[in-house]
């Protein structure tokens, strides 16, 4: 019981999270790997994923409410990225994910860098590409992500927001209801892939699935009210956040 609580509290504040900017992973996979240190690590990714597909659909379905999307990058992104999550998975027991984390630290700062130091990132649509361009764009990115998703996994929901942000000219709001949607893909690929191997612990996934619910949708809520740049401050937050794992991860564990 005591187990279960803490995953719940951990549920409820990485789906708080993931639904604003995305990165709840970065909390809720760390917390589940501490707390159950007795399962193999494949079959805790696995559970995992329960929880975030559900915390990801109700923030989904939250901002379709509000945020007209674009059907053809939407379908593009999600697609290419549910293939590419289904390939991540399978690798992930099978290479060392610890070679990537360097590089994907760099990036992070970089990014962090590059939104702090300018102002309208992503607080205003910027020009509008071609929308072939933007499928073609959605496709390369989401194959790229989606494995990520699939490999590695925490971080994947800000990753998707600085795509639909930098490369397809979404604001904040546009890029977060977006990347909702991807994400649901890449969640339901991933577990796909784990439940069929037998890697999912169905008694502690469902308790998280309804905390990660519930925080996901007073998250989307908060998002929605507050606006744009509300939204680019939690992005650096977390982003920060995202630097000090990753750091901890290639320079300390």
């Not at 501490?34 to 975030?52: H, N, R």
């Not at 990058?73 to 289904?86: D, E, K, M, Q």
């Amino acid at each position: 019981m005591q187990e279960i609580i803490l995953l719940c509290i951990a549920a409820f504040s990485a789906g708080f999270i993931d639904a604003i900017v995305g990165g709840g992973g970065l909390l809720q996979t760390p917390a589940t790997l501490l707390i159950l240190p007795q399962y193999p690590v494949a079959t805790l990714l696995g559970t995992v994923k329960i929880p975030s597909l559900a915390g990801t659909a109700v923030a989904a379905v939250k901002y379709a409410k509000q945020v007209k999307f674009n059907i053809a990058v939407l379908t593009a992104c999600t697609i290419s990225a549910f293939i590419a999550a289904l390939g991540g998975a399978f690798l992930v027991s099978r290479i060392n994910n610890q070679h990537i984390k360097p590089i994907i630290l760099v990036v992070l700062m970089l990014v962090a860098v590059y939104t702090y130091f300018n102002k309208q990132f992503g607080v205003q649509r910027h020009k509008q590409q071609t929308l072939k361009r933007q499928i073609l764009l959605a496709l390369l990115f989401g194959l790229v992500i989606g494995f990520y998703d699939g490999l590695i996994g925490p971080g994947t929901g800000s990753f998707l927001i600085l795509v639909f942000i930098g490369a397809l000219g979404f604001d904040f709001i546009g890029a977060s209801a977006h990347a909702k949607m991807v994400n649901v893909g890449t969640n339901l690929a991933a577990l796909i892939y784990f439940s069929a191997t037998g890697h999912v612990l169905f008694q502690y996934a469902i308790p998280m699935a309804v905390f990660n619910m519930l925080g996901s949708f007073l998250g989307a809520r908060l998002a929605l009210l507050k606006g744009n740049k509300f939204i680019r401050i939690f992005f650096l937050v977390v982003v920060f956040g995202t630097i000090l794992r990753f750091a901890y991860d290639v320079f300390w564990k």
